[in-house]
């Protein structure tokens, strides 16, 4: 194999996360931190962020120790790994963004039993080289973070008027008060995968709806 497929190889892991492989969209996994923090831009991005962080580190030392790790206690490994990062990821927080740790609370220490998270490690970087492995766990932090912040975007500007504290509307705007409720956020990812499902449908529809010249020349 040359350079350049590897090249290629290494693009197309981290670029699968963003949309082929969505851990939210496609997935269905993280659900717990996309819906309960999600109340503005600023908490989904900082979640999503912290997530990365997470899942990079602990996809780089388990995909290098992955011939040392014994197979008999390879997911209690895998979860000492995980909470080391989540453990400093929490400590870096509070000391330098003390109000984004605040309104993260018991959800940024759930980051240890986030499904995807350690089932990257599981089905990924301990098959994997480190390349491919850090590879893949940005792309999957990536997609996860951007689905974190375009529902944290929806719901801040219709439940508050605002998007990054920024006021949108004027003061005679009347805010939907339940987007910045927990029903707010199974609300907006319902409407987001009906979209998508109905973006899918349309696009099979067109596919199946273009003539085979090749095969209409041929007869």
């Not at 851990?23 to 979640?47: D, E, K, W, Y």
């Not at 220490?109 to 893949?136: H, M, T, W, Y």
Request: net charge neutral; aromatic share 8%; glycine share 10%.
């Amino acid at each position: 194999m040359t350079a350049t497929q590897n090249e290629k190889t290494t693009f197309e892991e981290f670029a699968k996360g963003l949309w082929d492989q969505n851990p939210i969209f496609i997935g269905l996994l993280g659900l717990c931190p996309s819906l309960a923090v999600t109340n503005n831009l600023m908490n989904g991005l900082v979640m999503g962020l912290a997530t990365v962080f997470v899942l990079v580190g602990s996809s780089f030392l388990i995909s290098l120790l992955r011939h040392l790790i014994p197979k008999a206690v390879r997911i209690s490994t895998y979860i000492i790994v995980i909470a080391t990062f989540v453990t400093t990821v929490d400590f870096l927080l509070e000391a330098t963004m003390p109000a984004a740790h605040k309104a993260l609370g018991a959800f940024l220490s759930l980051i240890v039993v986030n499904c995807v998270i350690l089932g990257r490690q599981e089905a990924f970087a301990s098959k994997n080289p480190v390349g491919r492995s850090v590879a893949d766990a940005a792309g999957m932090g990536a997609g996860f973070t951007l689905t974190l912040c375009l529902i944290g975007g929806i719901r801040e500007v219709l439940g508050s008027g605002t998007l990054l504290g920024a006021n949108l509307f004027g003061d005679g705007f009347e805010p939907w008060v339940i987007m910045k409720l927990p029903p707010g956020g199974f609300l907006t990812l319902g409407v987001l995968l009906i979209v998508l499902a109905r973006m899918k449908d349309a696009k099979a529809r067109r596919a199946a709806a273009v003539p085979d010249t090749g095969a209409t020349e041929a007869a």
